[in-house]
C-alpha cells in the first residue's frame, strides 16, 4: 500500500478554502458528485450525466484484467518488441505517464507514443522501428481524429510493405468507443483486437480505462496495484466523503478559491520520476475549467525559480515522491517567501494510481466552484475547422493559403500586426503587452528534438525572466488536444507565440490504407493546422505573432531568447 502525504501552505488564502469546503459540506457536494448529480455544474444535463463513467472505472476495469494481460502475453510470445500508441490528448496522455514512469519490465515491450503530426518524427519511427516486431495501438474515442488516421494510414502501408497485406492487421490494436468509426476501420483491416471503452468517460478522464491500461499492460505495469492505489485515492467511503477529509476535495478547493483570488497560474513541480505526470494533469485542468471567460492555467515543465521570478499570480502544486529531494530547497523558499504551495508526496509510483483519481475529482470540484461545465470543451471545435478549411483550400488550389510577413530579417518571417524592424524588437513590443495578470503560450509547430527542446526553455526563462509572466511551451498540434481548449474558452489574457519552420523532409499520407495515392503529406497537415489554429484564436480575440524560422528551428529560437537577454 503507498503513502499520500498532504500538507498547504495557503497564508491568507487558508480562510477562503475553509469557507469553501464548509459550503461543499452544507451543499453535500461530494455525496451529490458520487450520485452523478448535474446540477452540480448545470441545469442541463447536457454532456455531464453521459461523461461520468470515471467515477468507477477503476472497480469495473479489476474485471477486465484477464483479456488485458491476455493481450500483452500474446505480444510478447509472438516476438513483439516495441508498440507505437498512435493518438492525441486523452487517448495519449497516460499512456505517455506510464511508458516515462516505469519503462518496459524485463522481457516486456517498449512503450513509445506519436502523438503530432510533424514528418521529423513521424519518419523517425519509421527508420527505427522493426515492422515485423511492433505493435501498433491506434487509440481514439470518436474514432475520427485525424492525427491518429493520418498516422495509422502510414503505418498500414509501412507494416504491410514488409510483412504482407494478409499479415498487416495482426499489428493493429484498436481502442475507441463502441459504434465509432475506427471499431468499423479494426474490422475491415482485421486488427488483432479491438477494446471498447466505457462511451461514459470523456478522453482526458480515460486514465484508468481501456486507454491507459491497455498500452500500460504491454510495459509490464502491474495493473492490479495501479488500480488498488486508484481505488484507494478515490476516497468514496462512508468514512471519506466529507469535504474536509476527501484529498480531492481539499485540492479542488484550493485551486477553485485560488483562482478566484487571481492565482489562477497552477504551477506544478514534480519530481523526475514522476515529471510526464505533469502534461496529463494539464490537459485534464485545463481543457475541463478554461471555458466560459474562466480557467486555470497550468504550468509544467517550467524550470523551478527563485521566489523573485514570480508574480502574485501563481498557485505552486509539489508532487514528489517520498524520499526525493531534487526541488525541496527552492520549494521551501517560495513557502519562506509567502507563495502558496500544496505539497503531494506519493509513498511510490504505483501512487500514480490514486494520483489520477484525485486529480479528476479535484477538477470536478473546481468545475463546481467555477461554476462550468467539466466534462464538455466547446471551443476545441474551432481550431479543427479552420484547420479543415486549410485543408479544402489546399486540395481546391494545390497550396495553402498565403500569407505576407509584416517583416522579414534576420532569416525570420514574421506575421501580424507588427511595427518593428526586426524579430527580436518584434517580440519585446509583443510581450509587453503582457505585463499584469497574462501569460505567455509558446506553440511550437517544429519536430521536438533535444535542441528544440532546449532552445525552447531558454526562450520560456527569458520571457520569465525579464517580464515575470507565467509561460507555458507546448508542441504542435499536440497541444490543440491539451490545452487548446483554454486559449479560446478563458478571459482571454494570453500571449500566443507560433512558432513554424521549414521541415527538413516530409513524408505522405495515403489517402486509404493499403493504397499508394496520396493527396497530402505531414508537412502540409501541420501547416495547415497551424494556419487554422491562428486563425481560430484570432477569432476569439486573442493576440497572436508568428514566427517562421527558416531551416534552423532551434537557431532561431536562441536568437530570439538573445533578443530578450537569455542565454
Known amino acids: 500500500m503507498g503513502e499520500l502525504g498532504w500538507t498547504a501552505s495557503l497564508g491568507s ?76 490528448g486523452g487517448s495519449s496522455l497516460a499512456p505517455e505517464v506510464f511508458a516515462k514512469t516505469y519503462g518496459a519490465a524485463k522481457g516486456h ?71 465509432s468509426s475506427l471499431a468499423a476501420l479494426a474490422e475491415r483491416y482485421r486488427f488483432r483486437q479491438t477494446f471498447l471503452n466505457d462511451p461514459n468517460i470523456g478522453g482526458r478522464y480515460s486514465a484508468l480505462s481501456y486507454f491507459g491500461l491497455v498500452p500500460a499492460a504491454l510495459l509490464g505495469v502491474d495493473l492490479a496495484k495501479l488500480l488498488e492505489r486508484a481505488i484507494e485515492g478515490a476516497c468514496g467511503s462512508d468514512a471519506c466523503v466529507t469535504a474536509h477529509d476527501n484529498p480531492a476535495a481539499r485540492l479542488g478547493a484550493v485551486i477553485g478559491e485560488l483562482a478566484k483570488a487571481g492565482r489562477d497560474k497552477l504551477t506544478l513541480i514534480t519530481s523526475p520520476a514522476i515529471a510526464s505526470l505533469g502534461d496529463w494533469v494539464e490537459q485534464l485542468v485545463a481543457e475541463s475549467v478554461g471555458k466560459e471567460g474562466k480557467g486555470v492555467l497550468p504550468v509544467v515543465g517550467e524550470p523551478v525559480g527563485a521566489p523573485a521570478a514570480y508574480g502574485s499570480d501563481r498557485l505552486f502544486v509539489y508532487l514528489t515522491v517520498k524520499g526525493d529531494r531534487v526541488h525541496g530547497a527552492a520549494v521551501r523558499a517560495l513557502e519562506q517567501a509567502g507563495q502558496p504551495v500544496v505539497r503531494l508526496t506519493l509513498g511510490d509510483r504505483y501512487d500514480l494510481g490514486g494520483q489520477f483519481f484525485i486529480w479528476e475529482l479535484a477538477t470536478a470540484v473546481v468545475g463546481y466552484l467555477l461554476e462550468v461545465n467539466p466534462f464538455d470543451q466547446p471551443n476545441v471545435e474551432s481550431a479543427k475547422v479552420r484547420a479543415r478549411e486549410m485543408v479544402a483550400a489546399y486540395a481546391e488550389r494545390g497550396a495553402l493559403p498565403a500569407e505576407q510577413p509584416a517583416l522579414t530579417a534576420e532569416g525570420v518571417a514574421v506575421y501580424g500586426d507588427v511595427a518593428a ?3 527580436g524588437e518584434a517580440l519585446r513590443d509583443f510581450l509587453a503587452m503582457g505585463q499584469g495578470s497574462g501569460y505567455v503560450s509558446v506553440q511550437a509547430y517544429i519536430q521536438s528534438t533535444p535542441a528544440a527542446d532546449q532552445a525552447l526553455r531558454a526562450l520560456r526563462l527569458a520571457i520569465r525572466e525579464r517580464y515575470k509572466l507565467a509561460v507555458t511551451v507546448g508542441y504542435g498540434p499536440r497541444f490543440l488536444h491539451s490545452t487548446g481548449q483554454l486559449h479560446k474558452g478563458d478571459a482571454g489574457n494570453g500571449l500566443f507565440i507560433q512558432v513554424t519552420a521549414d521541415d527538413s523532409r516530409d513524408a505522405r499520407i495515403p489517402d486509404e490504407a493499403g493504397k499508394e495515392a496520396s493527396a497530402m503529406s505531414f508537412s502540409v497537415l501541420k501547416a495547415a493546422q497551424a494556419l487554422g489554429d491562428r486563425q481560430a484564436l484570432l477569432d476569439a480575440g486573442r493576440r497572436v505573432i508568428r514566427f517562421h524560422l527558416g531551416t534552423d528551428a532551434a537557431a532561431g529560437l536562441r536568437r530570439l531568447a538573445r533578443a530578450l537577454g537569455g542565454a
Open 421 to 423: 524592424k526586426g524579430p
Open 109 to 179: 515491450l517498449e512503450l513509445a507514443v506519436l502523438d503530432s503530426t510533424d514528418p521529423g518524427a513521424v519518419l523517425a519511427f519509421a527508420e527505427t522501428l522493426d515492422p515485423a516486431r511492433t505493435l501498433f495501438l491506434v487509440s481514439t474515442k470518436s474514432g475520427g481524429t485525424v492525427e491518429t488516421l493520418s498516422a495509422f494510414k502510414y503505418f498500414y502501408n509501412w507494416v504491410a510493405r514488409a510483412v504482407g497485406a494478409e499479415a498487416a492487421g495482426r499489428h493493429f490494436v484498436a481502442i475507441t468507443d463502441p459504434g
Open 13 to 88: 488564502y487558508q480562510k477562503a478554502v475553509d469557507a469553501a469546503l464548509v459550503r461543499m459540506a452544507d451543499e453535500r457536494v461530494m455525496p451529490r458528485l458520487w450520485a452523478r448529480d448535474h446540477t452540480l455544474w448545470k441545469p442541463q444535463p447536457t454532456e455531464i450525466t453521459n461523461r461520468l463513467g470515471w467515477l468507477h472505472i477503476a472497480e469495473e476495469m479489476r474485471e477486465a484484467l484477464p483479456g488485458i494481460t491476455a493481450l500483452a502475453d500474446a505480444a510478447r510470445q509472438e516476438g513483439y518488441t516495441h508498440a507505437l500508441l498512435l493518438g492525441m
